[in-house]
């Protein structure tokens, strides 16, 4: 029974750090529209929305808001209100958070190296605020892309439709 406690201890670590991300800002940076200072951004989000846009944090896999919702609907930032991601290319990949194959715009979003936590990874960021959203893997469905966008349920508002 203790190994079996150890190991999902271990997996369960290792599949938090997975989404999660050292936030060292580039000074050489774009000058983004839409970006606030921390202290402006912490009266705005959630305060897990906070954690994990901000502090490029990640929520506990299967037990955030949106990694089981099949609604029909769109997803939105929980900073700036743009639609981000929609139901329609949203699917199950079983890692405890949403996952979609593509956004709704590629204009909306950047992808940055990430190599925190001695892992090298594609960072996803809202391209208007420079805010964590998640990150971008090569594993996700072959016949509709192969990418799968990992999300954080609290960088997202959803809206049934």
Same mark, same amino acid.
């Given at each position: 029974?203790?190994?079996?406690?150890?190991?999902?201890?271990?997996? @369960?670590?290792?599949?938090?750090?997975?989404?999660?991300?050292?936030?060292?800002?580039?000074?050489?940076?774009?000058?983004?529209?839409?970006? %606030?200072?921390?202290?402006?951004?912490?009266?705005?989000?959630?305060?897990?929305?906070?954690?994990?846009?901000?502090? #490029? @944090?990640?929520?506990?896999?299967?037990?955030?808001?949106?990694?089981?919702?099949?609604?029909? !609907?769109?997803?939105? #930032?929980?900073?700036?209100?743009?639609?981000?991601?929609? #139901?329609?290319?949203? /699917? &199950?990949?079983? =890692?405890?958070?949403?996952? /979609?194959? $593509?956004?709704?715009?590629?204009?909306?979003? *950047?992808?940055?190296? &990430?190599?925190?936590?001695?892992?090298?990874? &594609?960072?996803?960021? *809202?391209?208007? =605020?420079?805010?964590?959203? !998640?990150?971008?893997?090569?594993? !996700?469905?072959?016949? %509709? !892309? @192969? $990418?799968?966008?990992?999300?954080? #349920?609290?960088? /997202? $508002?959803?809206?049934?439709?």
């Amino acid at each position: 029974m203790k190994k079996i406690f150890l190991l999902v201890l271990v997996i @369960g670590t290792i599949a938090i750090l997975a989404c999660q991300h050292n936030n060292n800002p580039d000074k050489n940076q774009p000058k983004r529209p839409k970006a %606030r200072s921390a202290a402006e951004w912490k009266k705005i989000l959630s305060p897990e929305a906070y954690d994990i846009m901000v502090n #490029s @944090g990640t929520e506990t896999p299967f037990d955030n808001p949106y990694w089981n919702n099949h609604q029909k !609907g769109i997803y939105v #930032s929980a900073a700036t209100g743009d639609t981000l991601f929609t #139901s329609a290319d949203k /699917f &199950d990949s079983g =890692t405890g958070w949403p996952s /979609f194959v $593509k956004p709704v715009d590629p204009k909306k979003i *950047e992808i940055r190296r &990430d190599a925190s936590f001695g892992m090298v990874r &594609d960072e996803v960021i *809202e391209k208007s =605020t420079g805010l964590h959203l !998640g990150h971008v893997f090569d594993d !996700g469905p072959v016949n %509709r !892309g @192969g $990418k799968r966008y990992c999300m954080n #349920s609290y960088a /997202f $508002k959803f809206i049934k439709q």
